[in-house]
């Protein structure tokens, strides 16, 4: 079995946004040299997430509103118990909960194997400062 794995680093300027990473993995896969196997996208921190779904605008909005009713951004102690250990960040905790940690893909004839309209994307929910994503693939 052979195997590659890279960080990609992403500084979002953004408190909150989505990337599509979906090409930056296609390109390591394709270096991977890997015909048949796994491909693990995973966020190293406890702020950002990976997840899949579609590339339309509107839904990326969608999200955003929907995780801001969900765990509001407060700076404050009164919201968020984390926040009083001096951190801000209580808030993007939970929205990454929320999006998940990983995705894993499985990699068929050399390529990504999706579905229709799917793509990966880092979610950044505690931005301006750099985070890495690890990228494992795995196979023959």
């Known amino acids: 079995m052979k195997s590659l794995t890279k960080h990609l680093t992403f500084n979002i300027p953004a408190r909150m946004d989505f990337v599509n990473i979906t090409g930056q993995v296609e390109d ?71 999006m998940g940690r990983e995705v894993v893909v499985a990699i068929t004839n050399g390529r990504l194997d999706f579905g229709p309209w799917e793509q990966i994307f880092y979610g950044e929910f505690d931005g301006r400062r750099p985070k890495r994503v690890m990228v494992k693939i795995i196979g023959e």
């Open 28 to 98: 390591l896969v394709r270096e991977s040299g890997i015909q048949e196997g796994l491909c693990l996208v995973n966020a190293m921190h406890i702020t950002a997430s990976v997840f899949i779904n579609d590339d339309e605008p509107g839904l990326h909005q969608d999200y955003k509103r929907w995780l801001e009713k969900l765990a509001p951004f407060d700076p404050g102690t009164d919201l968020y118990a984390h926040n009083r250990t001096g951190e801000d960040n209580g808030d993007a905790h939970h929205k990454r909960q929320i």
